[in-house]
């Protein structure tokens, strides 16, 4: 039976992917340091799959959870455009070490086949929508500058060693599980709590930015498509991981404000450091490549978020 690795198992999609591949009957083993993933994340899952506690720094913890692993699903990073801002070699030893420290321990475990979790980010401020894969990338801080490092060291061992790799691009993921409380939270589940709690949110800039919101099971049907896909359709490739929509803040905020049932208007501070303004994806790719069409729209999305929360 093929073994199944999930790195950042805790975490808002590690354990939405984690949860799925084990609803399937596999073989799961999960990787976490709870650095930000939370053990409330598994509590659910718990005697259902193996858990190790491992830090992605931790080279020969690593290489020891790669040991017997079919595929690996490298979910695992310390996220967030301003963390990285503010704390760059933090993040930096997370996703650039740990994905190198991964990619070794699966050498030399002979894994399959690895789907990392890549960034949008990547393609940064350029100009041209929709995003295509074929881009030059422009990240700006250093998070995306990780990520895409991470990209090209997935694309490398498979031209080097042929480790069969595959990189996703993801869009703006929300959904259930996404870390509401901390400063580095995603937008939407900031919102969705500070909303919840008639607090005011704060947008920065004009809202009039926009992004690519994807529903989390959309990005879960990727990485499973992904995986089964022939491995000459996608080894060594990237692909943008979204609904192909662009939906601004404002809008979004109204949204959330509707379903919340919040009367106030929004604060608007100045822009944040590092952002980029706007993010649109072509989806075509991953769909010829390996039938990724999104389930799950915007609205429902934010419908099914807003209802867990
Ligand atoms: C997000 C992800 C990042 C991923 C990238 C591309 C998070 C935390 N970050 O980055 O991991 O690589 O998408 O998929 O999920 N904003 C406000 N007010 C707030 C918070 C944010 O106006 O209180 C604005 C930001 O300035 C930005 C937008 O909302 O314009 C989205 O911000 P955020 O949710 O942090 O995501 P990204 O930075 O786009």
Redesign the pocket.
């Known amino acids: 039976m093929a073994q199944y690795l999930v790195t950042g198992c805790a975490g808002f999609i590690g354990s939405w992917v984690t949860e799925t591949l084990i609803g399937r009957g596999e073989c799961v083993r999960g990787l976490d340091n709870f650095e930000t993933g939370r053990r409330e994340n598994l509590a659910h899952l718990a005697g259902k799959f193996e858990f190790v506690e491992c830090d992605l720094r931790d080279a020969d913890g690593v290489a020891k959870a790669c040991e017997g692993m079919d595929y690996i699903l490298h979910q695992g ?1 310390l ?4 963390r990285s801002v503010r704390e760059p070699r933090t993040s930096h030893t997370a996703n650039i070490d740990g994905t190198f420290n991964l990619l070794e321990g699966a050498r030399a475990a002979k894994v399959k086949r690895i789907i990392y979790a890549a ?3 990547a393609y940064g401020n350029q100009p041209g929508f929709p995003r295509v894969e074929s881009m030059v990338p422009m990240p700006i801080a250093p ?2 500058v990780q ?1 895409l490092a991470g990209e090209l060291y997935m694309k490398s061992y498979w031209q080097v060693y042929g480790l069969e790799t595959v990189c996703l ?6 959904g259930p599980r ?1 870390v509401p409380d901390s400063p ?5 589940a ?2 969705t709590l ?1 909303m919840m709690n008639s607090e005011r ?5 004009d ?1 009039e ?1 926009g ?1 690519d919101f ?1 529903y989390i099971e959309n990005a879960v049907s990727a990485n499973l498509l992904a995986l089964e896909a022939p491995a000459e359709k996608v080894a060594g490739q990237t692909f943008n991981v979204a609904c192909g929509e662009r939906h601004t ?1 404002n809008k979004t905020f109204r949204i959330l404000a509707e379903l919340l049932d919040f009367k106030s208007p929004p604060i608007y ?1 100045p ?2 450091m590092g ?3 706007d ?1 649109l994806a072509d989806i075509s790719a991953a769909g010829k490549a390996f039938g990724y069409e999104p389930q799950v729209s915007f609205e429902e999305g934010l419908r099914r978020t807003v209802a867990w929360y």
């Open positions: 990073a996220p967030s455009v301003p960034s949008s980010s998070y995306p990520k691009r993801y869009f703006n993921i929300f996404q580095y939270s995603g937008v939407m900031k919102f500070q949110p704060t947008i920065f800039g809202g930015q992004r994807t803040l501070g822009p944040r952002d980029i303004q993010s």
